[in-house]
């Protein structure tokens, strides 16, 4: 697979890359190695589903570009400078001593900004458009699973990032609230011309959210680097008024992707 799959035109969007990276845990006796001159640039605005079999790496990347997996070589990977970066986790990670509406304004006080009035309107205004206007003085251990997700991404939108990094968030979820999450995030990044890089391990939600598809391959006996098996873009006709990622399952070319992807991870 060409790694280098952006003309010099498109390379003055670029927003993030790494280049040429090597990447192994463990000790020098003993070292597994999940990356080995490993290449992926990501342009301004994308959006895009990172898909692969457990190990191979997809957790890796968003830590390294969240700067929580260091590199030593800083040649080895780039981003645009002042780039607010959002992390969320597939745990909602609510701190349980906290009521439902200051987890959600957690992420304005770790910018060090005040909570005013219009940020407690603000956030009231997402509980009522998340379907939790009863919710916001409970506590975390008082509410499902779902709407603890529901108030992570909350945190994450109030935090307004300018890059979103999701690590598999809806991946335990029913299928409404599923969906309705998908559809929040989507509109969030496509009024804000956010970039997203979404982790997952199933094929059609890959698709859904994404347009841009990554495939990692499998390592097998953990003895074989990664490399890139698929990099597809991902366009649907109703895209022109901003993804909607159930209409998306529905649309006469998402057979077509899924057959690319799942012929990707097959191999």
């Known amino acids: 697979m060409?790694?280098?799959?952006?003309?010099?035109?498109?390379r003055k969007m670029e927003l993030l890359g790494i280049?040429?990276?090597?990447?192994?845990?463990?000790?020098?006796?003993?070292?597994?190695?999940?990356?080995?001159?490993?290449?992926?640039?990501?342009?301004?605005?994308?959006?895009?589903s990172i898909l692969g079999a457990s190990g191979c790496g997809?957790?890796?990347?968003?830590?390294?570009?969240?700067?929580?997996?260091?590199?030593?070589?800083?040649?080895?990977?780039?981003?645009?400078?002042?780039?607010?970066?959002?992390?969320?986790?597939?745990?909602?990670?609510?701190?349980?001593?906290?009521?439902?509406?200051?987890?959600?304004?957690?992420?304005?006080e770790m910018l060090g900004k005040k909570i005013t009035t219009d940020h407690l309107s603000k956030v009231s205004g997402y509980f009522q458009r998340f379907?939790?206007?009863?919710?916001?003085?409970?506590?975390?251990?008082?509410?499902?699973?779902?709407?603890?997700?529901?108030?992570?991404?909350?945190?994450?939108?109030?935090?307004?990032?300018?890059?979103?990094?999701?690590?598999?968030?809806?991946?335990?979820?029913?299928?409404?609230?599923?969906?309705?999450?998908?559809?929040?995030?989507?509109?969030?990044?496509h009024e804000k011309e956010r970039t997203m890089i979404f982790v997952t391990h199933d094929p059609i939600e890959a698709i859904a959210v994404a347009n841009r598809v990554v495939v990692l391959s499998r390592r097998s006996h953990n003895s074989e680097p990664t490399e890139i098996l698929l990099d597809e873009p991902?366009?649907?006709?109703?895209?022109?008024?901003?993804r909607d990622p159930v209409i998306a399952r529905t649309e006469p070319e998402f057979s077509s992707y899924e057959k690319l992807v799942l012929g990707a991870l097959a191999e």
Do not use: C
């Open 2 to 10: 060409n790694q280098n799959r952006f003309s010099s035109k498109d």
């Open 19 to 48: 280049y040429n990276l090597s990447k192994s845990y463990g000790t020098e006796a003993k070292s597994e190695v999940v990356f080995d001159n490993f290449s992926l640039e990501i342009n301004q605005g994308e959006k895009v």
């Open 58 to 108: 997809k957790t890796t990347l968003l830590n390294i570009i969240a700067g929580i997996d260091k590199i030593a070589d800083p040649q080895k990977f780039r981003i645009k400078t002042n780039q607010r970066i959002g992390y969320m986790f597939q745990n909602d990670r609510l701190l349980p001593w906290r009521r439902a509406r200051n987890n959600a304004l957690l992420g304005l």
């Open 131 to 189: 379907q939790m206007n009863h919710d916001e003085e409970k506590y975390p251990k008082e509410l499902s699973g779902g709407m603890r997700q529901k108030v992570a991404l909350m945190r994450t939108m109030l935090y307004d990032p300018s890059i979103l990094l999701l690590d598999e968030p809806f991946s335990g979820l029913d299928y409404h609230t599923k969906h309705f999450l998908e559809k929040e995030m989507l509109q969030f990044v």
């Open 234 to 242: 991902i366009s649907f006709t109703s895209d022109r008024a901003g």
